[in-house]
């Protein structure tokens, strides 16, 4: 079973800059995830969807943050603009509703905002 | 409110036992997650507990709930320098169904373990 999938690794811009990243989550995983990290801290929330509905976005910084999971399997997290306190790894995960709702992480997005 | 405490840091010689440990605040969670990172990798599942459990073991790792003092620890035996990583405790809030799918996942700091020959 192939696991969640992110591009790209890596990406560097400059402040004010767009940018935006993508998810392809397990096949038949209904929710999805998008987690912050900053450096030496663990994943924080961002935005929660169940098929293409979002069910918890109470975290996510609405004035430059945006995210979207048109068709209920891949999903797009943006940022315009971006800050210098952007700079983070932007992690998906993925999960099938159930009785104990593992979630499963791709391996991230390390974005540096100079 | 939900917070999640780790140490920052565990170092142990390989063979030696690791215990990681974990205490959070909030008594209504239903699962308690340990996941691992290593450098540049995601975070992989290691093994999660049911909150109405004690303890639970799977081969090397051995976690223990303490529900009274909201506790969490996770043992790893016979630790090897592969172990080396770091780990996060995580505590899960809500329950999915099929048309909610809601469960919140609130993340430790993560303890960086490192094993040396």
């Known amino acids: 079973e192939a696991g969640v999938a992110q591009s790209p690794r890596y990406k560097i811009i400059e402040k004010r800059q767009s940018v935006a990243f993508w998810c392809n989550p397990i096949s038949g995983h209904a929710t999805l995830y998008w987690y912050q990290q900053i450096l030496g801290q663990g994943p924080k929330l961002l935005i929660q969807?169940?098929?293409?509905?979002?069910?918890?976005d109470s975290q996510l910084p609405k004035d430059r943050f945006s995210a979207e999971r048109l068709k209920g399997v891949d999903s797009t997290l943006k940022i315009q603009p971006a800050k210098l306190e952007d700079s983070a790894v932007y992690l998906c995960?993925?999960?099938?509703?159930?009785?104990?709702?593992?979630?499963?992480f791709g391996p991230g997005t390390r974005l540096t905002v100079l | 409110g939900e917070d999640v405490e780790q140490s920052l840091f565990l170092s142990v010689r390989e063979g030696d036992s690791s215990v990681i440990n974990c205490t959070y605040t909030d008594s209504s969670s239903t699962y308690l997650y340990w996941y691992k990172q290593e450098p540049g990798a995601g975070l992989q599942l290691l093994t999660y507990?049911?909150?109405?459990?004690d303890m639970k073991q799977d081969q090397r790792l051995t976690v223990l709930l303490n529900k009274k003092d909201k506790h969490l620890s996770l043992r790893i035996a016979d630790t090897q320098t592969g172990d080396s990583a770091i780990y996060f405790c995580a505590e899960s809030f809500g329950r999915a169904t099929m048309n909610t799918g809601f469960q919140k996942l609130v993340f430790g700091t993560g303890t960086r373990l490192l094993v040396s020959p």
């Open positions: 969807f169940q098929n293409n509905g979002v069910v918890d």
């Open positions: 507990i049911f909150s109405n459990m």
């Open positions: 995960a993925s999960s099938l509703p159930g009785d104990t709702d593992t979630q499963y």
